[in-house]
């Protein structure tokens, strides 16, 4: 059995891994049978990760990330994770492949994934003019006309981007005021390539091979009406992926992991959560990184706790009992 297993390849889980390789646990890592790296592989430069001056490309800053872990013994398979078993002291992990790895501890960093509009045309027009990524997809809309659907700092700042690009953004919001906060807001309001559609409501996304338009409904008198569109960009939040815990692990009321207070420990000993899974609000790719160290640290205390009391609870405990008084002394 190993000491500890993470699950995820965001800048959370390979945070976490490089700390707890570095405390010699060998880790091992599940990345994902599709693309490793998480939501830093869709994007292009990120110019606010400390340490990178003159920006890195997030594919970049996520090999250098699995670099530095797999530099201090971290293992990774590339798996998804089809089923966990949390409680008592050995947790199992059932993978795609059939497979099934056992560890003492896990480290749960899966982050979160965009929200859906939940109509049933986004599948198939999903990268045939309707996007969640503008970063990744602005580039293919010049002097086109487009819309972003969504009211909080997500919708503004892919909105004032795509003005890069794009002719003509509409923002499409459900309400008459934004959710976003007041420097976004007048940002988006400053550019005269946005025009601001309120109170409205997509409730068909038009297009065979390619978005060419969507029905908005109006959400004060119910009327609905067409916009011609070459593209369609949701930004309406995200969700943190947490559908392998839900009866497992206690959650808040906005869907995340519940941890105590700033540490990364859920409702289940050994157990302990990272990035994007606790974090409704920051969701930076530092935030995750910091909250991965979190995660590793506590395992670390945990597994030390463990081997002296063999009993999960009373190691978590113990674990934080010294966490306690460390914070303390500091
Ligand atoms: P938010 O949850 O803040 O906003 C989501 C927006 O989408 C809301 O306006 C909401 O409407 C709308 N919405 C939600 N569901 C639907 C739906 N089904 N149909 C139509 N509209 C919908 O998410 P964001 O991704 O914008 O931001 C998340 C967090 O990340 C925030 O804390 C934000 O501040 C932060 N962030 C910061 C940035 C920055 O500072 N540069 C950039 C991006 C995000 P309603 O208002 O009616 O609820």
Redesign the pocket.
């Known amino acids: 059995m190993r000491d500890i297993i993470i699950i995820g390849s965001g800048p959370a889980g390979f945070t976490a891994a490089i700390y707890a390789a570095r405390a010699e646990l060998k880790p091992l890592l599940i990345a994902s049978s599709v693309e490793i790296g998480g939501e830093l592989m869709n994007t292009t430069e990120v110019e606010n990760f400390p340490g990178f001056p003159e920006a890195i490309m997030g594919p970049d800053l996520m090999t250098k990330m699995q670099q530095q872990a797999e530099r201090f013994g971290t293992e990774i398979v590339y798996d998804d994770v089809v089923e966990l078993e949390l409680d008592g002291p050995v947790k199992r992990v059932r993978l795609g492949n059939g497979g099934v790895e056992e560890a003492k501890a896990i480290i749960y960093a899966t982050g979160s994934a965009y ?1 859906k ?2 109509l049933p045309e986004e599948e198939p027009l999903s990268g045939h003019g309707l996007s969640w990524c503008a970063t990744c997809d602005g580039f293919f809309f010049r002097q086109k006309t487009i819309a972003v ?7 503004m ?1 892919e909105a004032t981007f795509l003005t890069r690009f794009a002719d003509k953004v509409y923002v499409i ?3 008459d005021e ?4 007041k420097i ?1 807001q007048q940002r988006a309001h400053d550019n005269e390539k946005i025009e601001f559609i309120w109170n409205a ?2 409730t068909a996304i038009h297009g065979g091979d390619q978005v060419n338009g969507v029905s908005l409904r109006d959400t004060v008198t119910g009327e609905v009406r067409g916009l011609d569109l070459d593209g369609l960009f949701v ?4 969700d943190p992926r947490t559908h392998l815990v839900h009866g497992k692990l206690e959650l808040t009321a906005e869907g995340t992991i519940r941890v105590d207070g700033r540490s990364s420990r859920t409702s289940v000993p050994g157990v302990f959560a990272a990035g994007d899974v606790i974090d409704p ?3 930076q790719a530092v935030t995750a990184a910091g909250s991965g160290t979190v995660a590793a640290l506590d395992a670390e205390h945990y597994l030390a706790a463990l081997e002296d009391t063999n009993s999960p609870a009373e190691a978590e405990l113990e674990a934080e009992e010294l966490d306690e008084l460390a914070a303390i002394n500091n």
Do not use: Q, T
Request: net charge positive; hydrophobic share 35%; glycine share 18%.
């Open positions: 929200r509009l939940g659907v969504g009211g909080g700092d997500s919708a700042e919001h459900r309400r934004l959710k976003a906060s976004m409501e997509v930004a309406i939040g995200n609000f920051y969701r």
